[in-house]
């Protein structure tokens, strides 16, 4: 706790970190937080994944900064999905919990905007939104940026991923010029320095990990296998280690639902997840999973996207991403809060030479395992 302490938080904060369970700062926790909490509000930007603890190295000075005696909105947080947004509001509100009456609300697309029209109603310190249907709140006249003083663009990369560069820029240009604005990213693309130069003013640059390198409690492992013969080989992964929790990424669709069928049809704990389920068919897996009533999530990355489960041990890859990039995104699902994981790609005899340039291109060493027998 006490070096919580040396990083300037206050002490409802710590009592609120010590109720929570967090006794020692991530990295970039302790990077962050003494720059996101100088009297002078500086702008940032954070290299960093999910996983990392970013949530909590802009939340707690986000929710020491915010004045809870002022109803007005001050703090708005844009998030690539609804879980992440989701996930990012429940922990803002621990994080408040017992030093300040804040009210923190998250919009998202695919859900009722007429709900969240009157949830706005109320007075609203802090908001959580995809950019998407921010903007259409905006447009609607739901919600008043004019007094946000903190910007968090979270998981920017991702963002951009999904075409949200111009609700970004549009919804931006709502809110006041002297803003903080602090981004957060995996990686770092041009488009990433570009949105930094274009709304940033001199920000602190912070790195937990260097550009694109993957964390080192990850084992990252391949078998050689024919496609046919994926499925089998997982079963036996499976068969062997009944303790196995992770989550296995498919490229599309029409493959997670047949893999997780095959599994299922089997008696393995295995279930989709991907666009096709609708939102609660999404959030009844989500739920199956966190309740530790199955084994494998099978997903697309577009649909895992945001999943926040602390404790997987495995990641698997039934085919490698088409970009190599998301290989990070992906592995980054296993070994979080400094637990040990293990990332297993699933490879065909051809495929073996992008395992070499994964070597290169994200900086790690790949072990080959056997199929056990
Ligand atoms: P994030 O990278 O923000 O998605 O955080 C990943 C997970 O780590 C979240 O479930 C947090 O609750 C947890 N976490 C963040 N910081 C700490 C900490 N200092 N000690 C223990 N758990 C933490």
């Not at 903007?135 to 004019?146: E, F, M, T, V, W």
């Not at 991923?161 to 919804?171: A, L, R």
């Not at 404790?311 to 085919?319: F, I, N, P, Q, S």
Request: hydrophobic share 40%; glycine share 6%.
């Amino acid at each position: 706790m006490s070096d919580f302490k040396q990083l300037g938080l206050s002490d409802s904060t710590l009592k609120v970190l010590e109720q929570i369970g967090f006794e020692k700062p991530t990295p970039i926790q302790e990077q962050a937080i003494p720059v996101l909490l100088k009297d002078e509000a500086t702008d940032l930007v954070g290299l960093a994944q999910t996983g990392t603890g970013k949530t909590a190295a802009f939340g707690l000075p986000l929710v020491e900064r915010v004045d809870d005696n002022d109803p007005s909105l001050q703090a708005l947080i844009m998030a690539p999905t609804r879980e992440l947004g989701q996930q990012t509001a429940q922990q803002l509100v621990a994080f408040s919990k017992g030093q300040k009456k804040l009210n923190v609300e998250v919009v998202y697309g695919g859900a009722s905007i007429m709900d969240q029209i009157r949830a706005l109603k109320r007075p609203t310190q802090i908001v959580v939104a995809t950019p998407g249907r921010l903007l259409d709140l905006i447009k609607r006249r739901a919600i008043k940026l004019s007094n946000v003083k903190y910007v968090v663009l979270d998981e920017a990369d991702e963002m951009l991923n999904m075409g949200f560069k111009e609700d970004i820029d549009e919804i931006l240009s709502h809110t006041m010029e002297d803003r903080v604005t602090w981004l957060f990213s995996a990686t770092m693309p041009r488009e990433i320095k570009n949105i930094a130069k274009k709304y940033m003013n001199n920000p602190v640059e912070i790195a937990v990990n260097k550009e694109s390198e993957v964390n080192t409690d990850i084992s990252h492992q391949y078998v050689i296998t024919k496609t046919s013969n994926k499925v089998p080989a997982v079963r036996r992964f499976l068969d062997i280690q009944p303790e196995m929790r992770g989550i296995m990424f498919c490229r599309t669709k029409r493959e997670t639902q047949e893999i997780a069928d095959d599994l299922g049809n089997l008696g393995y704990g295995v279930e989709a997840l991907h666009g096709d389920l609708s939102q609660s068919q999404r959030d009844a897996v989500m739920r199956r999973f966190k309740q530790r009533s199955m084994q494998l999530l099978v997903a697309t990355d577009v649909a895992a996207r945001g999943i926040d489960v602390n404790d997987l041990t495995h990641v698997m890859h039934h085919k490698l991403p088409d970009q190599l990039e998301s290989y990070t995104h992906r592995s980054g699902r296993t070994a979080r809060a400094g637990r040990k994981g293990i990332s297993l790609a699933f490879i065909n005899p051809r495929e073996v030479r992008q395992i070499t340039m994964l070597e290169r291109r994200v900086k790690v060493k790949f072990e080959q395992v056997q199929v056990p027998n």
